[in-house]
């Protein structure tokens, strides 16, 4: 699917913000549900794991000037990608997923909550296998996780920070 000729795809300023905590705010329900606990969500704001989002090459997807979804990456991991609801199934998360994917190596890899079926639909139909299911864990809530991965032979969570292993958190 090429991406939607009214979309920008840039890099996101500090002004952006506050439209990153609402579109964030607004999507990570859907995310969270059939995974984890409802309880599980917090307003990225208040959020400690939103202490992240300051490692990571930040994008903003916007239309009409308005700021969309976002994602982030640490590479070798996408780290965040959501889209607001209202433009939900319109191209702007592969967008953004595709824009992210071109600044990363092979190696690239990402977590999802494992009953994400929209997300684990657009990971896979981009090129990236399910290299693990787990147990995840989020806001102390646990819950079926994925670590998804381009090519798992490269074992890019290996490359992340000092850890071997997955991050705490479930998925994002």
Request: with cysteine.
């Amino acid at each position: 699917m090429p991406q939607p000729s009214d979309l920008r795809i840039r890099a996101s300023t500090p002004d952006d913000w506050p439209a990153i905590c609402r579109v964030h705010d607004l999507a990570r329900p859907d995310e969270l549900r059939g995974s984890f606990d409802a309880r599980a969500f917090i307003p990225l704001a208040q959020d400690p794991e939103g202490e992240t989002l300051a490692d990571c090459d930040v994008f903003v997807a916007e239309r009409g000037g308005e700021v969309i979804g976002f994602a982030g990456i640490d590479a070798p991991y996408l780290d965040w990608l959501y889209v607001d609801p209202a433009s939900y199934r319109r191209g702007v998360g592969r967008a953004l997923l595709r824009h992210c994917l071109a600044r990363m190596g092979r190696d690239a890899w990402t977590l999802a909550c494992g009953n994400n079926t929209a997300a684990l639909t657009l990971y896979l139909s981009e090129g990236f296998v399910i290299e693990k299911r787990f147990t995840g864990r989020n806001a102390g809530y646990e819950g079926p996780s994925a670590r998804l991965a381009l090519d798992p032979a490269l074992r890019g969570w290996t490359k992340r920070g000092q850890s071997q292993a997955p991050p705490a958190e479930g998925g994002r």
